[in-house]
């Protein structure tokens, strides 16, 4: 069946480090692929999308390529603050509509 | 921005009682979902609907679940009988169509906090 494997957090960057959290899926057809940002205290915000091969979402400076071929949608930013500190989600889209996600990693960005 | 809104935001119940989460989804969406995430677990899918009957569920989604839409505006979770097990985060979803078929993703509420007594 389709299913989401995120990379083990926490993952503890400093102030402007660069950050990868690796997202790979395993899914019939062509999913949709989402990455959500939870904030401490508050719900699922999404935080980019791809919608087929080759796409690249991009937000707030966060960016993740759809790779048909390596089954991935790595979430990348050059740059974290502080402010970044949340739990990322990897997510797809199956064919009935629902959500997949992948357990969620943790980023904690220190001044 | 519309937003998915949910009520009550912690929810403190006795086991085996009955429980009703609520949710106002974005006004023109027509699709809704509900997900749960014990705590520090993966979010997970519970139950779909649309036009007033549910697309899918999962296996958690047993006979003690149901889901309604009252009215034009609510759509509710109820758990009859709950267990020390459903403590976990609720989290209501909305689309405006269906994810797969559109660029169009879900849109989610900041969630129900249920504890389980």
């Known amino acids: 069946g389709n299913s989401v494997t995120q990379m083990e957090g926490p993952v503890t960057l400093s102030e402007e480090a660069f950050l990868t959290i690796n997202c790979t899926y395993t899914?019939?057809?062509?999913?949709?692929l989402f990455w959500y940002v939870q904030y401490p205290g508050e719900g699922l915000q999404l935080l980019l999308k791809a919608t087929k091969a080759d796409d690249k979402g991009s937000n707030k400076g966060f960016e993740a390529t759809y790779r048909k071929e390596t089954t991935s949608f790595h979430l990348e930013k050059g740059s974290v603050q502080v402010s970044d500190s949340a739990v990322y989600f990897c997510?797809?889209?199956?064919?009935?509509?629902?959500?997949?996600f992948g357990q969620g990693t943790t980023l904690q960005v220190k001044p | 921005e519309p937003e998915v809104t949910q009520t009550p935001s912690h929810q403190v119940t006795q086991m085996g009682q009955e429980v009703i989460l609520r949710c106002v989804p974005i006004?023109?969406?027509?699709?809704f979902y509900w997900y749960r995430q014990i705590l520090g677990q993966k979010v997970e899918f519970l139950v779909s609907f649309y036009n007033n009957e549910i697309s899918e569920k999962s296996e958690i989604f047993d006979d003690q679940f149901s889901v309604e839409r009252p009215d034009g505006s609510n759509f509710t979770l109820k758990i009859r009988s709950t267990k020390l097990e459903d403590s976990a985060m609720y989290f209501c979803a909305s689309s405006e169509v269906n994810g797969l078929y559109s660029n169009q993703p879900q849109h989610f509420g900041d969630g129900t906090r249920l504890s389980i007594l």
């Open positions: 997510a797809l889209g199956s064919n009935t509509g629902k959500l997949i």
């Open positions: 899914a019939t057809g062509y999913p949709s």
């Open positions: 006004s023109n969406h027509l699709y």
